[in-house]
């Protein structure tokens, strides 16, 4: 019934959702300090660079921005489930 761009923009807005969750997830654990507030920052920046590089290659590569957005969100999901977890 919707087209694919309808079903880039759902997945936009949920990206940008489940990224401010995170956001504040991780927010809250630099708060905190010590050795753990460090390593989620260092590993924040990693991961950054890391995704950036991959979403770079897949659209050098022909890939599409559903695609991007797809792996984008299933990064994010991961995060907030690791997250959660502590």
């Known amino acids: 019934m919707f087209g ?3 079903k880039l923009g759902v997945d936009m807005t949920l990206l940008g959702l489940e990224a ?3 956001i ?3 927010l809250a ?3 905190l300090g010590g050795p753990a507030a460090v390593a989620e920052a260092q590993l924040m920046v990693t991961e950054k660079v890391a ?3 991959e979403a770079a290659v897949q659209v050098a590569t022909g890939g599409s921005a559903h695609k ?7 990064k994010v999901r991961a995060n907030k489930r690791r997250l959660h977890k502590r």
């Open 4 to 6: 694919p761009m309808w």
């Open 29 to 31: 654990k630099i708060a």
């Open 68 to 74: 991007v957005v797809r792996g984008y969100r299933k």
């Open 20 to 22: 401010q969750t995170v």
């Open 24 to 26: 504040g997830l991780r």
């Open 51 to 53: 995704a950036a590089g």
